[in-house]
Protein backbone atom coordinates (compact mmCIF):
# COMPACT_ATOMS: atom_id res chain seq x y z
CA UNK A 1 0.00 0.00 0.00
CA UNK A 2 2.84 2.08 0.26
CA UNK A 3 3.51 1.94 -3.45
CA UNK A 4 -0.06 3.34 -3.58
CA UNK A 5 0.38 6.24 -1.38
CA UNK A 6 3.85 7.40 -3.45
CA UNK A 7 1.72 7.06 -6.83
CA UNK A 8 -1.14 8.99 -5.49
CA UNK A 9 1.33 12.00 -4.20
CA UNK A 10 2.64 11.45 -7.56
CA UNK A 11 -0.71 11.93 -9.64
CA UNK A 12 -1.82 14.85 -7.12
CA UNK A 13 1.62 16.89 -7.98
CA UNK A 14 1.00 16.30 -11.59
CA UNK A 15 -3.00 17.54 -11.57
CA UNK A 16 -1.25 20.63 -9.54
CA UNK A 17 1.42 21.85 -12.55
CA UNK A 18 -1.44 21.30 -15.02
CA UNK A 19 -3.49 23.21 -13.28
CA UNK A 20 -0.71 25.93 -12.36
CA UNK A 21 0.34 25.48 -16.10
CA UNK A 22 -2.12 24.88 -18.47
CA UNK A 23 -0.01 26.48 -21.41
CA UNK A 24 2.08 23.85 -21.77
CA UNK A 25 -0.51 21.23 -22.96
Given at each position: MFSL???S???F???VYVL???EKF
Open positions: LILILVFYIIYP
